[in-house]
């Protein structure tokens, strides 16, 4: 089930959630550095996370799930916001060089149908980041967080359902080793939690961030058995053709 949108915005607002914006921007400007003339698109929530691109990049579009529901986008300039579904986005195709989503594929009926669109949206070669709580963390299994709704994932299943809509994971890290809990002093450590998890590669972070490219063909698979019958088939090759003029013996 989808969250409201004001109740993810409440979130960001507190002091849990600026530190968590400021973990995953970090996470996510380390891959995408340079975005001049470049078109970048939000699906989810992602407007804590969109605002360091604008005067960077050729556009910056943030689209809510229309369960979700809408706020209004930059606040300071004319608004960027599109209430859409996430399974029908009103993008011409290959038209997006990059998709950040986040809060966006654990709350999907059918994540494949969302991530099929992202596909046609996105130009050829361009970048799917995707922010997706991990069944393994502690953020996934406490709901006073944004992360603990919807459907957690494992590195496996993303793997699966980003190949089976064309995409290839290029690129894996992990964020929030620190609890989701409330207060100012976990709050001023969550920079040491966040180090040191990296560093130790621990396995329970709060979220996956993966990073995925448009494949232009799906690979064809060929299985033992077929390589064998294969192996075995004769081949036929066609003889000529007797000419017309020629008189038979």
Do not use: C
């Amino acid at each position: 089930m989808a969250l409201d949108v004001i109740d993810i915005r409440s979130f960001y607002a507190g002091p849990l959630g600026r530190v968590t914006r400021d973990i995953l921007s970090e996470h996510i400007r380390r891959r995408w550095n340079k975005t001049q003339s470049l078109a970048v698109l939000g699906l989810g929530y992602a407007t804590p996370y969109l605002d360091s691109f604008i005067g960077e990049a050729e556009r910056v579009i943030s689209v809510m799930p229309a369960r979700q529901g809408v706020v209004n986008w930059p606040t300071d300039r004319p608004s960027a916001t599109v209430l859409a579904s996430s399974d029908a986005l009103p993008f011409p195709n290959a038209s997006i060089d990059r998709v950040l989503v986040i809060h966006g594929l654990e709350t999907q009926d059918n994540p494949q149908d969302m991530l099929s669109e992202l596909w046609r949206i996105l130009t050829p070669g361009g970048q799917l980041m995707i922010v997706t709580p991990n069944r393994r963390g502690l953020w996934a299994r406490v709901d006073k967080t944004p992360f603990g709704h919807g459907q957690p994932f494992s590195r496996r299943q993303l793997t699966d359902l980003l190949r089976e809509a064309l995409f290839s994971p290029s690129h894996w890290s992990e964020a929030l080793h620190f609890p989701p809990f409330k207060g100012s002093m976990l709050s001023k450590t969550a920079i040491a939690w966040e180090k040191l998890g990296g560093a130790l590669a621990l396995p329970f972070a709060g979220v996956h961030v993966v990073e995925a490219t448009k494949l232009l063909y799906r690979p064809i698979l060929v299985s033992a058995t077929q390589r064998e019958r294969a192996r075995l088939s004769p081949i036929l090759v066609p003889a000529a053709s007797p000419r017309l003029d020629e008189s038979p013996l």
